[in-house]
């Protein structure tokens, strides 16, 4: 089953460069605007859509090595 996870990120151009990098390595990764600003954020979060746990960690394997930092947000997990 897919989970969605959301990432806070510190920039809405963070934000594009790791949908990018996560789109190049065939995840599904959507950037969106929250209604306020997150903690942390400049309240823009990368949405990836994962299968498992491996997947998870891949992503954010893939986002670290880019240099892009992000926070998970509460409630999510595979």
Same mark, same amino acid.
């Given at each position: 089953m897919e989970k969605?996870? $959301?990432y806070? /990120?510190? @920039? /809405?151009s963070r934000a594009i460069q790791g +949908? *990018? &990098?996560?789109q190049r390595n065939g995840f $599904? !990764?959507? /950037?969106?605007r929250a @209604?306020? *600003? !997150?903690?942390?954020?400049?309240?823009? %979060?990368?949405? &990836? %859509?994962v299968e498992n746990e491996f997947r998870r960690a891949q992503a954010e394997r893939l986002l670290s090595a880019a240099g892009i $930092?992000? %926070?998970? +947000?509460?409630?999510?997990g595979v």
């Open positions: 969605t996870i $959301r806070g /990120v510190g @920039s /809405v +949908q *990018k &990098v996560l $599904r !990764a959507f /950037v969106h @209604s306020g *600003k !997150a903690a942390g954020g400049c309240g823009h %979060t990368l949405w &990836v %859509t $930092r992000f %926070t998970v +947000q509460a409630g999510d």
